[in-house]
Protein backbone atom coordinates (compact mmCIF):
# COMPACT_ATOMS: atom_id res chain seq x y z
CA UNK A 1 0.00 0.00 0.00
CA UNK A 2 1.40 3.12 -1.35
CA UNK A 3 1.12 6.63 0.89
CA UNK A 4 -0.78 9.34 -0.48
CA UNK A 5 1.96 11.60 1.68
CA UNK A 6 5.07 11.61 -1.19
CA UNK A 7 3.44 11.88 -4.24
CA UNK A 8 1.45 15.41 -2.78
CA UNK A 9 4.47 16.60 -2.02
CA UNK A 10 5.88 15.68 -5.58
CA UNK A 11 2.99 17.45 -7.15
CA UNK A 12 3.77 20.28 -4.80
CA UNK A 13 7.06 20.29 -5.95
CA UNK A 14 6.38 20.14 -9.59
CA UNK A 15 3.55 22.68 -9.42
CA UNK A 16 5.99 25.01 -7.71
CA UNK A 17 9.01 24.33 -10.75
CA UNK A 18 6.20 25.14 -13.30
CA UNK A 19 5.40 28.32 -11.71
CA UNK A 20 9.17 29.71 -11.40
CA UNK A 21 9.05 28.53 -14.99
CA UNK A 22 6.10 30.92 -15.86
CA UNK A 23 7.26 33.65 -13.98
CA UNK A 24 10.67 33.65 -15.40
CA UNK A 25 9.14 33.47 -19.06
CA UNK A 26 7.23 36.52 -18.20
CA UNK A 27 10.43 38.44 -16.95
CA UNK A 28 8.34 38.92 -13.67
CA UNK A 29 11.25 37.48 -11.51
CA UNK A 30 13.81 39.37 -13.29
CA UNK A 31 17.35 38.77 -15.47
CA UNK A 32 20.44 37.72 -14.46
CA UNK A 33 23.26 40.23 -14.45
CA UNK A 34 24.73 37.30 -17.07
CA UNK A 35 22.35 37.04 -19.22
CA UNK A 36 21.70 41.17 -19.72
CA UNK A 37 23.15 41.18 -23.09
CA UNK A 38 20.98 38.79 -24.42
CA UNK A 39 18.12 40.13 -22.61
CA UNK A 40 19.16 43.82 -24.27
CA UNK A 41 19.72 42.11 -27.68
CA UNK A 42 16.07 40.57 -27.85
CA UNK A 43 14.30 43.23 -25.97
CA UNK A 44 15.73 46.70 -28.24
CA UNK A 45 16.66 44.44 -31.23
CA UNK A 46 20.21 45.13 -30.87
CA UNK A 47 21.96 43.20 -34.24
CA UNK A 48 24.75 40.37 -33.92
CA UNK A 49 27.34 42.92 -35.10
CA UNK A 50 26.70 45.62 -32.89
CA UNK A 51 28.93 46.09 -29.62
CA UNK A 52 27.46 45.77 -26.58
CA UNK A 53 29.35 47.77 -23.32
CA UNK A 54 28.12 48.04 -20.03
CA UNK A 55 28.45 48.11 -16.42
CA UNK A 56 26.37 46.38 -13.58
CA UNK A 57 26.52 46.73 -9.68
CA UNK A 58 24.47 45.00 -7.06
CA UNK A 59 20.94 47.34 -8.18
CA UNK A 60 21.57 48.65 -11.43
CA UNK A 61 22.98 47.94 -14.89
CA UNK A 62 23.93 50.40 -17.53
CA UNK A 63 24.46 49.32 -21.21
CA UNK A 64 25.27 51.47 -24.62
CA UNK A 65 25.09 48.98 -27.92
CA UNK A 66 26.42 50.73 -31.24
CA UNK A 67 27.81 49.28 -34.60
CA UNK A 68 31.47 49.60 -35.64
CA UNK A 69 30.98 52.92 -37.43
CA UNK A 70 29.06 54.59 -34.42
CA UNK A 71 26.43 55.71 -36.70
CA UNK A 72 23.89 54.98 -34.47
CA UNK A 73 23.29 54.06 -31.01
CA UNK A 74 20.72 52.29 -28.11
CA UNK A 75 20.98 52.90 -24.20
CA UNK A 76 19.91 50.45 -21.62
CA UNK A 77 19.32 51.06 -17.92
CA UNK A 78 18.16 47.91 -15.81
CA UNK A 79 17.35 47.99 -12.05
CA UNK A 80 17.20 45.45 -9.59
CA UNK A 81 14.27 45.27 -7.49
CA UNK A 82 14.38 44.95 -3.86
CA UNK A 83 11.97 41.49 -2.43
CA UNK A 84 11.61 39.01 -4.36
CA UNK A 85 13.63 39.45 -7.23
CA UNK A 86 16.26 37.42 -8.70
CA UNK A 87 17.55 39.62 -11.07
CA UNK A 88 17.34 43.18 -12.70
CA UNK A 89 14.48 44.28 -14.75
CA UNK A 90 14.77 47.32 -17.68
CA UNK A 91 13.70 50.34 -16.45
CA UNK A 92 14.42 52.44 -20.02
CA UNK A 93 16.56 52.77 -22.88
CA UNK A 94 16.09 53.76 -26.77
CA UNK A 95 18.22 56.29 -28.42
CA UNK A 96 19.01 60.20 -26.98
CA UNK A 97 20.07 63.03 -28.58
CA UNK A 98 22.55 63.63 -25.23
CA UNK A 99 23.48 59.87 -25.39
CA UNK A 100 24.62 60.29 -28.75
CA UNK A 101 26.54 64.44 -28.39
CA UNK A 102 26.87 64.47 -24.90
CA UNK A 103 27.09 62.33 -21.56
CA UNK A 104 23.38 61.66 -20.02
CA UNK A 105 23.21 60.79 -16.03
CA UNK A 106 20.37 58.68 -15.60
CA UNK A 107 18.81 58.16 -12.14
CA UNK A 108 15.88 55.80 -10.73
CA UNK A 109 13.82 57.42 -7.96
CA UNK A 110 14.53 54.63 -5.09
CA UNK A 111 17.57 54.01 -6.11
CA UNK A 112 20.98 55.02 -4.60
CA UNK A 113 22.75 54.92 -7.58
CA UNK A 114 23.17 56.79 -11.37
CA UNK A 115 24.27 55.82 -14.62
CA UNK A 116 26.28 57.76 -16.85
CA UNK A 117 26.04 56.65 -20.57
CA UNK A 118 27.97 58.24 -24.10
CA UNK A 119 28.88 57.34 -27.37
CA UNK A 120 31.67 59.95 -26.07
CA UNK A 121 31.39 62.30 -28.97
CA UNK A 122 32.97 64.62 -26.82
CA UNK A 123 35.72 62.89 -25.80
CA UNK A 124 35.69 62.62 -22.33
CA UNK A 125 38.94 61.22 -21.21
CA UNK A 126 38.58 61.18 -17.53
CA UNK A 127 35.86 60.79 -14.90
CA UNK A 128 36.94 62.33 -10.96
CA UNK A 129 34.73 61.77 -8.29
CA UNK A 130 35.21 64.09 -5.43
CA UNK A 131 33.38 62.95 -2.16
CA UNK A 132 34.92 65.86 -0.27
CA UNK A 133 38.40 64.50 1.12
CA UNK A 134 39.89 62.63 -1.89
CA UNK A 135 39.35 62.32 -5.86
CA UNK A 136 38.93 59.19 -7.20
CA UNK A 137 39.93 59.40 -10.90
CA UNK A 138 39.00 57.18 -13.43
CA UNK A 139 40.53 56.93 -16.69
CA UNK A 140 38.53 56.69 -20.17
CA UNK A 141 39.23 56.05 -23.17
CA UNK A 142 38.50 59.04 -25.82
CA UNK A 143 37.75 57.62 -28.21
CA UNK A 144 34.99 54.65 -26.75
CA UNK A 145 31.61 55.26 -26.06
CA UNK A 146 30.78 54.12 -22.92
CA UNK A 147 28.12 53.59 -19.55
CA UNK A 148 29.52 53.57 -16.08
CA UNK A 149 27.18 53.13 -12.71
CA UNK A 150 28.12 54.91 -9.62
CA UNK A 151 26.72 55.71 -6.03
CA UNK A 152 24.39 58.45 -5.88
CA UNK A 153 26.02 59.68 -2.98
CA UNK A 154 29.86 58.89 -4.32
CA UNK A 155 30.65 62.85 -4.59
CA UNK A 156 30.93 65.58 -6.86
CA UNK A 157 31.14 64.02 -10.66
CA UNK A 158 33.15 65.86 -13.32
CA UNK A 159 34.09 64.47 -16.73
CA UNK A 160 37.01 66.15 -18.47
CA UNK A 161 38.64 66.23 -22.41
CA UNK A 162 41.80 65.06 -23.31
CA UNK A 163 43.42 68.63 -22.52
CA UNK A 164 41.73 68.79 -19.50
CA UNK A 165 38.65 70.55 -20.14
CA UNK A 166 35.20 70.29 -18.50
CA UNK A 167 32.77 68.39 -19.83
CA UNK A 168 29.19 68.34 -18.75
CA UNK A 169 26.35 66.06 -18.46
CA UNK A 170 22.79 66.06 -18.76
CA UNK A 171 20.42 64.74 -16.06
CA UNK A 172 17.75 62.24 -16.99
CA UNK A 173 15.35 60.96 -14.22
CA UNK A 174 13.95 57.34 -15.59
Request: proline letters at 6%; one cysteine or more.
Amino acid sequence: MEKPFPKMILRILLVCVLLLGFLYMDDDIGTSAANLESDIRNLQKIPEDWIVEGDVSDTMAAYISYPQDRSDHTFSVYVNRPGLSFGYFFRGGGSLSGVERGIAEFTVDGYNERAFISMNQPKAARLEIDDGNTVQVIDLNSDQPFAIVLPANAGVIHFYDGNGNPVNYQKNPL
